[in-house]
């Protein structure tokens, strides 16, 4: 009340306290689901399922953050070009123009994508990586008695077949 009018002071704290606590409990869903995929993909189907979504969420989360980066960055750089004058179709547009306020639009999507989202896909990689890590130990030991189990029925159940090579005038004979 009265921050309008000038008569009131603004409450900071109260606005970044509201602020950090619906980011805290927004991000809850998004952690849980980085620290939750890698433990089930592990558990339920092995380490080297596991591989295979380390490796498909690494190569789309590189490129999804790279690409969040640059379309942020080129976003901010449209709005900026607008100062000095910007030539589309050949008539020169400059602050205030259209095409300035859609660019000012773009920046506002952009700044997000540069800042925030981009650099976050790093984070979500490196997270699910360290909890992979942290349970290979676990799935090492769980699965090599399973692999030294079905090595044993493969052994058991194969006919091992070698058959001898020989050299006649220099044909090869398999008999």
């Known amino acids: 009340p009265g921050i309008m009018e000038g008569t009131g002071k603004p409450e900071y704290e109260k ?14 869903l998004p952690g849980a689901i980085a620290i939750i995929s890698p433990l089930i993909m592990g558990f339920l189907l092995g ?28 976003w901010d750089n449209a709005k900026k070009s607008f100062e000095k004058g910007v030539d589309i ?22 700044d997000p994508f540069k800042d925030t989202s981009g650099p976050s896909m790093n984070i979500l990689i490196k997270l699910m990586s360290i909890v992979s890590l ?8 769980i699965f090599s008695n399973q ?6 029925i ?21 008999k």
Do not use: R
């Open 15 to 28: 606005c970044v306290a509201i602020s950090t606590e619906a980011s805290i409990k927004k991000m809850m």
């Open 47 to 74: 380490p080297e399922a596991l591989g295979g979504f380390l490796a498909g969420a690494t190569v789309s989360g590189v490129l999804m953050g790279m690409f969040q980066n640059n379309a942020g960055g080129a």
């Open 89 to 110: 179709n050949g008539k020169m547009y400059y602050k205030g123009s259209e095409p300035h306020k859609a660019s000012v639009t773009g920046d506002t999507v952009g």
């Open 134 to 141: 942290v349970i290979a130990p676990t799935l090492a030991t």
């Open 147 to 152: 692999t030294k189990k079905s090595e044993n």
């Open 154 to 174: 493969v052994k058991e159940n194969t006919i091992i077949v070698s058959p001898k090579i020989t050299k006649a005038d220099n044909t090869v004979y398999i």
